[in-house]
């Protein structure tokens, strides 16, 4: 990550195309990572690195 950028957002949002990934929404720091999915149930994981 560039050294002004203090957060990274990221969202995926094609969950039926060839990859079969669930929907989900990540924000990242140097130090943590969030990670919110929504199918098949709601759920938050916090990495911490």
Same mark, same amino acid.
């Given at each position: 990550?560039p /050294?002004? *950028?203090?957060? $990274? @957002? @990221?969202? &995926? &949002? !094609?969950?039926?195309? !060839?990859?079969?990934?669930? *929907?989900? &929404?990540?924000?990242?720091?140097?130090?943590?990572? $969030?990670? @919110?999915?929504? $199918?098949? /149930?709601?759920s938050?994981?916090? @990495?911490?690195?």
């Amino acid at each position: 990550m560039p /050294f002004w *950028r203090k957060a $990274l @957002y @990221y969202h &995926y &949002y !094609e969950h039926s195309s !060839e990859h079969d990934v669930s *929907r989900h &929404y990540v924000i990242t720091t140097v130090r943590y990572k $969030l990670i @919110y999915c929504t $199918l098949p /149930f709601n759920s938050m994981i916090i @990495y911490i690195q």
